[in-house]
Structures are given as structure tokens and as C-alpha cells.
């Protein structure tokens, strides 16, 4: 018993002995990906601040300057996390672990569509906010009730579809997303057909008359 005891210890301290370099090198590659990564991330921030971008958009009323900086933040995260899967790959492969890379490869191959996913909704963001703005000085005469209602339903309705183009872009529920926007487009084209042809049936009517009578 004690035989096959020491036997065991003594193969894990082999083993261990063995797998010591190829732990420390994967470790120190690891380390030097997360120190590169930290120092990437606080140099993205250092250009937004730099340009002032937050400042830009706040000035001509297309977003708040606390939105921006969160926009800013989620960009310069993705470039952190992206730095250290990029350096999490060769760890794993000195460790022997080639069957964790081909997941991790997985995942950095679907990581441009974050990236764009990211960029769209910050652009529709920005066009949400641009659409309330001329929606709201185009119908002010119309009264200011009004006016505010349709600026806010221009505005929801942008971001509603940013979020559908957001979540094609990302792969989740593409199906779903479609058939959202076909029954969208739908519900538009009956309601102006509805619209049209009730309230508009007089205006129709002498339409027709007067094609009518042309061609008497």
C-alpha cells in the first residue's frame, strides 16, 4: 500500500516538474496579454478624451455626454477582452490545451459582429436623437402637444429598429427579427391604406372624376 502511495506521489511530482516550465511561460504570456490589454484599453480612452467626442455630441444635442462616455467604455472593454482571448490562445496551447482553443477561436471569429453590432446601435443611437430633434422643429405649428408626441415616436421607433438590425447583427433570434420587421412594414402599409381610404375617400373620389371626365 505504501508502495503504491509513494508511486503516485512520486508521478505527480514528475508530472508536475514537467508541466512546471510550460505553466510558467503560458503564465507569463498570460500576464504580459493583460498588462498590453489595460494599457490598450486607457490609450482608447486617452484618444475619445483627447477628441472630445462627448463634447462634440453634447454640443449639437445628438447625445448626452454620460451616454457617450458609456459607448466609449463598452468599445474600449471589447478592445481589452479581445487583447487577452488573443493572448489567451498561445497560453492555452503551450498548457496542451488545443481543444479550449478551438473555442476560444470561435469566439474571437464572432467578435467583429460585437464590434459592429456596438457601432450600429451608437449610430442609431445618434440618429434617434437627430430624428427627435427635426421631427420636433418640423411640426411645432401644429401645436407643441402634438409635436412631442410625434418627436417621441420617431425617436422609439428609430431605436426599435436599431435594436432589430442590432440583433440580426449579433445571430440572436434572426427569424424572429424578420418576421418583426415584415409585420412592421405590414401593420405601416395597412394603416396608411386604412387612413387613407377613410379619410381620404372625398379627396379620392374627385380624383377619379376628374380622370373620369378627362377621358369622356
Known amino acids: 500500500m505504501l508502495e503504491l502511495v509513494n508511486t503516485i506521489v512520486i508521478q505527480f511530482i514528475q508530472n508536475f516538474l514537467i508541466f512546471l516550465p510550460s505553466f510558467l511561460g503560458g503564465f507569463a504570456i498570460l500576464t504580459i496579454g493583460i498588462l498590453l490589454s489595460t494599457a490598450l484599453k486607457q490609450a482608447l480612452?486617452?484618444?475619445?478624451?483627447?477628441?472630445?467626442?462627448?463634447?462634440?455630441?453634447?454640443?449639437?444635442?445628438?447625445?448626452?455626454?454620460?451616454?457617450?462616455?458609456?459607448?466609449?467604455?463598452?468599445?474600449?472593454?471589447?478592445?481589452?477582452?479581445?487583447?487577452?482571448?488573443?493572448?489567451?490562445?498561445?497560453?492555452?496551447?503551450?498548457?496542451?490545451?488545443?481543444?479550449?482553443?478551438?473555442?476560444?477561436?470561435?469566439?474571437?471569429?464572432?467578435?467583429?459582429?460585437?464590434?459592429?453590432?456596438?457601432?450600429?446601435?451608437?449610430?442609431?443611437?445618434?440618429?434617434?436623437?437627430?430624428?427627435?430633434?427635426?421631427?420636433?422643429?418640423?411640426?411645432?405649428?401644429?401645436?407643441?402637444?402634438?409635436a412631442n408626441t410625434l418627436s417621441v415616436f420617431t425617436k422609439w421607433l428609430i431605436i426599435f429598429f436599431t435594436i432589430l438590425v442590432v440583433l440580426n447583427q449579433l445571430g440572436v433570434a434572426q427569424d424572429l427579427v424578420r418576421i418583426l420587421f415584415t409585420g412592421i412594414v405590414v401593420m405601416v402599409a395597412l394603416a396608411g391604406g386604412l387612413a387613407f381610404g377613410l379619410g381620404g375617400k372625398d379627396i379620392a373620389k374627385e380624383m377619379l372624376e376628374e380622370l373620369r371626365n378627362k377621358f369622356k
Open 45 to 146: 480612452l486617452s484618444i475619445f478624451r483627447f477628441i472630445r467626442l462627448d463634447t462634440l455630441l453634447e454640443k449639437t444635442r445628438l447625445m448626452r455626454r454620460t451616454e457617450v462616455k458609456i459607448w466609449q467604455e463598452v468599445l474600449a472593454e471589447i478592445l481589452k477582452w479581445t487583447t487577452v482571448i488573443l493572448f489567451l490562445i498561445p497560453t492555452l496551447e503551450v498548457w496542451h490545451l488545443s481543444r479550449a482553443t478551438l473555442v476560444i477561436n470561435q469566439f474571437l471569429f464572432y467578435l467583429p459582429n460585437v464590434i459592429v453590432a456596438v457601432v450600429i446601435g451608437f449610430v442609431g443611437l445618434i440618429a434617434s436623437n437627430l430624428g427627435h430633434d427635426l421631427v420636433k422643429h418640423s411640426v411645432k405649428t401644429i401645436g407643441a402637444t402634438s
